[in-house]
């Protein structure tokens, strides 16, 4: 059974560092391009960051280039967010998602029909 959970998310005031962390089982991890996306109240499920097989390639939205690290432990099947300079319009539900049977170089990962599995989030907000 596949499972990706979510953790790491909280409340914490602009300015403010969050480390949101997603152990996934029920697939082999290693063989997985992965990625984070996020859902504001009353908005569309947007791409955050994604990373390849190995770690050695990323990828970031404009929104959070500078600011969020995205990485990875093989070893213990989970992908990281590292989530720096939170700013208010940073609220929303962070999802990570597996895209299990692709290749980083298959699309660009910032799709979210892309993503075979997807974990059920966890909430992160940002007061001002």
């Known amino acids: 059974q596949v499972q990706l959970v979510e953790s790491g998310g909280g409340l914490v005031q602009a300015g403010g560092s969050l480390r949101l962390s997603c152990a996934a089982s029920g697939f082999v991890f290693s063989l997985s391009p992965m990625g984070w996306f996020r859902q504001a109240p009353g908005k569309e499920r947007e791409f955050v960051a994604a990373?390849?097989?190995?770690?050695?390639?990323?990828d970031y939205a404009d929104s959070v280039k500078g600011r969020f690290t995205i990485s990875r432990d093989n070893a213990k099947n989970t992908v990281y967010l590292q989530s720096n300079s939170l700013e208010p319009e940073d609220t929303a539900v962070y999802y990570c998602?597996?895209?299990?049977?692709?290749?980083w170089g298959e699309g660009k990962g910032r799709l979210r029909d892309e993503y075979k599995f997807w974990g059920q989030g966890t909430q992160v907000t940002v007061s001002s």
């Open positions: 990373i390849s097989r190995s770690g050695g390639s990323t």
């Open positions: 998602a597996s895209r299990y049977g692709r290749t």
